[in-house]
């Protein structure tokens, strides 16, 4: 408890540290685990695109301000054939893409760096 309780003292200071910046846009890649094809997707903010059953939304990419080819933070909208709720809507990290990762039977998507 005490440890749970120093960790979340301690957040406010670390985030205030560590200064982001939004990039244009990041570069993402797409496994469909059915044939085994990866195919890389370079998007702009904003921009969406069709890549197989799944219509891909970047919606922001950041990385750290001090170290331009560091992690990047990337936020996206997945939706899987035009169904009402997306398969993904959230932040997904490069470094750690199974800290909030895509659960889909067919597909992973997964934050490769954002574009400078």
Request: hydrophobic residues 40%; proline residues 7%.
């Amino acid at each position: 408890m005490i440890r749970l309780a120093l960790v979340l003292a301690l957040l406010p200071g670390l985030a205030a540290a560590q200064q982001v910046t939004s990039a244009p846009g990041g570069t993402l890649r797409v496994l469909d685990k059915l044939n085994g094809e990866t195919q890389d997707l370079e998007l702009r903010n904003g921009v969406s695109r069709q890549i197989g059953q799944l219509l891909i939304t970047l919606n922001d990419c950041r990385y750290p301000t001090n170290n331009p080819a560091g992690d990047a933070f990337a936020e996206l909208t997945v939706t899987y054939r035009n169904e009402p709720e997306p398969a993904f809507r959230g932040w997904m990290v490069a470094s750690s893409p199974a800290l909030n990762a895509m659960d889909h039977p067919r597909y992973d998507v997964w934050v490769l760096r954002c574009a400078s």
